[in-house]
């Protein structure tokens, strides 16, 4: 059998400012890399806070081999088999804070997350638009009319009425959760424990990959977690500082390709063309 340089190696690939561009589309030069990694045996797969269905939209338009990582990191979701391999949930008190929510901020966009779903709570423009960018259909639903579990909670507003939120919900408790911002305008409430960095120690094992050979490419806070638990960390030039701080490699801007910079670093350095993934100084 011929040697597959790049069968040891996996790439796991935020979507939104690094595989797709700031138009919410796919650079052809991303698609032809990520076509051509996998001819040469690698792996590639996603880590996104997207739902499985829009995740596995974008997932087939480019081509994976491994488990999706959705809802940031609540789910693991393998396609080939359509099967969650692993989920996560809220405690029971994300319900009670939603309530609180609704009543003291009114103008505050909610979506519940629950499995392939997206649930409809309180609609704003911020929180529509992220339907729009799913392409999916929303359920609605209110306070009273919940789902029993979801996966996450997203709240959506201006950056001002965000980093409010974020002060009274840790005040008023977070127990078995945490918050985090996913875009200026985007405010989530995950389980405790779960990221997208958790979920990619998983997928790696489940993929059989491991070892120094695991990278990942993101490009926003919410892709710390996942840059710290590789060993070949990456971002889009389109990350802000601090994220670049985190990673060993700063490919081109999200518009230009930024995942076909990255897979072409990591073919360089499967076959020897180099000796260290890291472009930093």
């Known amino acids: 059998m011929q040697y597959q340089p790049l069968s040891d190696y996996l790439l796991i690939s935020d979507i939104d400012g690094t595989l797709v561009n700031t138009k919410k589309e796919i650079p052809p030069r991303n698609i032809e890399a990520i076509a051509h990694f996998r001819e040469m045996g690698g792996r590639f797969t996603i880590a996104t806070g997207r739902s499985p269905i829009s995740a596995a939209r974008i997932a087939r338009k480019v081509g994976v081999n491994c488990p999706l990582v959705t809802n940031n990191g609540a789910i693991l979701y393998d396609m080939e088999t359509q099967q969650v391999v692993r989920q996560r949930f809220l405690p029971p008190r994300a319900a009670e804070l939603i309530e609180l929510v609704v009543r003291d901020f009114p103008h505050i966009g909610i979506q519940m997350y629950r499995d392939a779903d997206i649930y409809m709570i309180v609609h704003n423009p911020v929180v529509e ?98 840059l710290k638990a590789v060993p070949l960390p990456a971002v889009a030039g389109n990350a802000p500082d601090e994220v670049k701080a985190l990673a060993d490699y700063v490919a081109c801007h999200c518009d230009d390709g930024a995942v076909a910079d990255v897979l072409h670093r990591l073919e360089q350095l499967a076959t020897g063309q180099i000796h260290r993934f890291g472009n930093r100084v």
């Open 129 to 226: 638009y992220q339907i729009a960018v799913e392409k999916i259909e929303a359920v609605e639903a209110s306070p009273d009319r919940m789902p029993d579990q979801a996966n996450k909670v997203l709240f959506g507003g201006t950056h001002e009425q965000l980093q409010v939120l974020r002060d009274y919900l840790e005040e008023a408790g977070i127990d078995g959760m945490y918050g985090m911002f996913t875009e200026d305008q985007y405010f989530e409430l995950l389980p405790q424990g779960v990221s997208k960095g958790s979920a990619a120690q998983v997928l790696a094992g489940y993929c059989g990959v491991s070892g120094p050979h695991v990278a990942a490419v993101g490009d926003y806070y919410n892709d710390v977690e996942l």
